[in-house]
């Protein structure tokens, strides 16, 4: 995470800098999907309900088309069915990584690597920990006004209970459809 910081700071601080103009994508987001694992019984698929609030500041690259920066994504996630005996997913999550979004006259495309995936659950002292990706449409509105339909999938390889971390013999995965809307400057 800190080479991210250091290389958008060598960025802004270098010569050909005046070449780069600074931007963002701002979006939030309702959603479903499903957080689990097919192969376990424990970690069984259940339904989740999502809202996510994104930032991603950047800088303009080549003209105002291509932003490249830092996506943050704070995410809220409810689990829908509730299964006896099973985790109850609940929670909220923090995600974190490079990103890029390239808007053209009727939308834009954005994807981001989230390398930095933590899921924090509704009960004391449980954190997943892993990685995942970002794809997003958003079809123009007005302005700088985008309607947003995005994908999200993270796999959780690490679980943290109370101080102590452990790998998954079955990875916990998240994915979910999303629809919004998003502001980029």
Do not use: C
Not at 28 to 42: A, K, L
Not at 160 to 178: M, W, Y
Request: hydrophobic letters at 40%.
């Amino acid at each position: 995470m800190k080479y991210i910081f250091a290389i958008l700071l060598t960025l802004i601080l270098s010569q050909p800098a005046q070449a780069f103009d600074f931007g963002a994508h701002m979006a939030g987001h309702f959603g479903y999907g499903d957080m689990g694992n097919e192969t376990s019984d424990t970690y069984r698929d259940r339904g989740m309900g999502t809202f996510d609030l994104q930032a991603m500041p950047g800088l303009h690259v080549y003209g105002n088309n291509l932003l490249v920066g830092l996506m943050l994504d704070y995410r809220f996630l409810s689990q829908l069915s509730r299964e006896g005996g099973l985790r109850d997913f609940s929670g909220r999550s923090f995600l974190a990584g490079p990103g890029a979004s390239y808007e053209l006259s009727f939308g834009k495309l954005l994807f981001a690597y989230d390398m930095r995936a933590r899921h924090y659950l509704a009960s004391p002292d449980t954190t997943y920990k892993g990685s995942g990706y970002h794809f997003l449409f958003g079809y123009r509105l007005i302005g700088d006004l985008f309607l947003d339909l995005e994908y999200v999938v993270v796999k959780y390889n690490a679980v943290n209970v109370s101080g102590t971390e452990t790998g998954l013999d079955f990875p916990v995965s998240h994915a979910n459809f999303g629809l919004g809307l998003s502001w980029s400057f």
